[in-house]
Structures are given as C-alpha cells and as structure tokens.
C-alpha cells in the first residue's frame, strides 16, 4: 500500500499557477492510478485530473488546458500543475491512489483564489 501526502497549496490571484504535489510513501507507486480530487465549502468532493500506471491522463471539462497532471515514479511522487487559476478553483485538494479497486487518499492542501 502506500501513503499520500499533498503539498503545495496556498494563496494566489486568479490568473496565478500553483503546483501541488503528491508525494506517496510505500511500495509499489508506479503500478497505482493517481487521480486529484477537490472539495469546496459546502460542496462534495469532485474528479479533477487522472494519470493512468501507463501514464494515460484525462481531466475534468472545467480544468482541461488549464491544468496538467504528471508523474515521477522514481520520486514516487504525482503533480498537478495549475495555471489560470480561477475564484472557483478554491478547495482543498485531494490525491488518489488507485489499485485493484483499493483506494489511499492523502490529508488534502487547500489552495484558494482570491479574485
């Protein structure tokens, strides 16, 4: 199994970029499907990005062209790159790991929007 820690959140303007990372301690990183979720006040947790073992990518409609999940697998770690950043990007942010139906999920980074 392994163990997700998000980092990389904080305070920015809208147009701004942020990077999160998600870094995932124990073995076997490189076989799990990583997916970022977030959550804003009062609303549930919703699908933003995906990077696939094979390293396949999709993204939810209201984040594609703006942001871009990769991997490092040597680092065990996944990223999320966000640029043009929007008032209703604002949430705390999730990171999935996926395998055989058994997810981790990590504690969350809020990143929030100021407009």
């Known amino acids: 199994q392994v163990h997700p820690v998000e980092s990389g959140g904080g305070l920015v303007q809208s147009g701004g970029s942020l990077r999160l990372s998600c870094a995932a301690s124990?073995?076997?990183?490189?076989?799990?499907?990583m997916r970022w979720y977030r959550q804003a006040p009062g609303n549930q947790r919703e699908f933003v990005a995906i990077?696939?073992?094979?390293?396949?990518?999709n993204y939810a409609e209201s984040v594609k062209g703006r942001f871009t999940i990769s991997r490092d697998n040597a680092k065990n770690t996944v990223y999320l790159q966000m640029n043009m950043l929007k008032p209703e990007d604002t949430g705390v942010y999730y990171c999935?790991?996926?395998?055989?139906?058994?997810?981790?999920w990590g504690q969350g980074t809020q990143v929030t929007v100021s407009s």
């Open positions: 990077i696939t073992s094979g390293g396949i990518t």
């Open positions: 124990g073995s076997g990183f490189s076989i799990y499907n």
């Open positions: 999935q790991a996926n395998r055989a139906g058994t997810n981790f």
